[in-house]
């Protein structure tokens, strides 16, 4: 039976809480940050999965607005890189930001030099590095049909494996390498413990303005989709140029455009909290519906150089996340700040956060880590991301 574009999303939404559902039943997977959406869409692709080896195709799906879904949500990721915000967390943001990125970029060389005598394809190891690492499964399932088109066989199917250990790895790391240096150096925390932390990543963003009514909530869908088709001409634009850019880039940089010019003239007035929202209702669909045609099947050959490939992630991203310690200032807050290291670069900002909150109910309150790790995780790790990830594929393709 194939499902119409309606139906599909209709399914989708249901698979999506579906796993909310499980996720309440199963306590581990909500304490590792696996999300609802990854948990429905996975119990669908591995029943027509075993549905297929038994001979039966239950289930076809229109995905038409699966591309627009992704786009929409990197959008919303466009309209939060705020240059203020990048003023407002001062240099310890940019510091932090460029390590990371450094760290991102070594993620990828790493990857590569395993691909060779692993015998899968460079891009292979790039797929399994900051791609599906430092990006989460969304950039890892945005990037897959161009690493497809690249000659990596089931790339989508790697990509979310990948994630998936990635994100189970940053949660049982982070807290206790956090832990670890807390402890190595007899620290405290500065701010009392009855005292606020500063903002966190949903603070931070663009939420100042809480206007609810319905002309607001138009007025930024309205904005939301002109960016998506402006971002559309723009991608076009890299087209011609033969750079191999994913689709949603040009979509990104039209978001961060018009927010920055917002910052400074309120011309748009944008809702950082109605853009977010859209955002995360983008993404949980978009997920769903990707996972539910993913071809499980196709991991069984590459599953071995995955872990191999995974588990050399996390030992380096450990190891980073010691000499980010360092560069941060060696206190506590730099301490915290290292167990989210490990959250977002090998998993999502929400490992990250949970690890730091972890750390801080225990040990004290780190405000600067609270604010500092969120900003970059959340936002603009993304873009440097997105360009690391770029100049590989076409180093490689």
Not at 146 to 169: D, K
Not at 335 to 355: E, P, Q
Not at 375 to 386: L, S
Request: hydrophobic residues 55%.
């Amino acid at each position: 039976m194939k499902l119409s574009l309606i139906e599909t999303v209709a399914f989708a939404g249901v698979v999506l809480y579906v796993g909310e559902g499980i996720r309440r039943l199963i306590p581990p997977l909500a304490r590792y940050n696996i999300p609802a959406p990854v948990v429905g869409g996975l119990l669908v692709a591995a029943s027509l999965a075993a549905a297929r080896s038994a001979g039966h195709t239950p289930l076809t799906f229109d995905t038409t607005l699966q591309g627009p879904l992704m786009i929409a949500f990197f959008a919303s990721i466009g309209f939060a890189a705020s240059l203020s915000l990048l003023r407002v967390g001062g240099l310890q943001v940019v510091i932090f930001l460029v390590a990371s990125s450094v760290l991102a970029i070594v993620q990828n060389v790493v990857g590569v030099l395993l691909s060779y005598p692993l015998g899968v394809h460079p891009l292979f190891g790039v797929l399994t590095g900051s791609v599906t690492l430092a990006g989460g499964p969304a950039t890892g399932l945005a990037f897959a049909p161009l690493f497809e088109q690249a000659g990596v066989a089931g790339a989508s199917a790697i990509a979310i494996a990948a994630a998936m250990l990635g994100i189970i790895s940053g949660g049982l790391v982070g807290g206790p390498v956090a832990t670890f240096l807390v402890g190595k150096h007899s620290l405290r925390s500065s701010v009392p413990a009855h005292s606020p932390i500063a903002p966190s990543e949903a603070q931070v963003s663009h939420s100042a303005n809480t206007e609810t009514s319905g002309q607001d909530f138009l007025r930024n869908v309205v904005l939301l989709l002109a960016t998506l088709w402006v971002g559309g001409w723009v991608s076009q634009g890299f087209k011609a140029m033969e750079v191999t850019l994913p689709g949603y880039i040009g979509a990104m940089l039209v978001a961060a455009l018009l927010r920055n010019i917002d910052d400074r003239t309120r011309w748009f007035r944008l809702s950082g909290r109605i853009i977010e929202e859209l955002g995360g209702v983008a993404l949980s669909l978009f997920i769903v519906m990707a996972l539910m045609t993913l071809e499980l099947w196709k991991l069984t050959a590459v599953a071995l150089p995955i872990l191999i490939l995974v588990a050399v992630q996390v030992a380096l991203t450990v190891a980073a996340s010691l000499w980010m310690f360092r560069l941060m200032g060696k206190d506590y807050d730099s301490a915290v700040m290292s167990g989210g290291l490990c959250g977002f670069m090998l998993g999502t900002t929400a490992n990250a956060v949970a690890n730091m909150e972890a750390i801080t109910r225990k040990f004290g309150p780190a405000p600067r880590a609270f604010l500092v790790v969120p900003m970059v995780g959340a936002f603009f790790i993304d873009f440097t991301n997105a360009v690391i990830i770029t100049v590989f594929m076409n180093l490689f393709r």
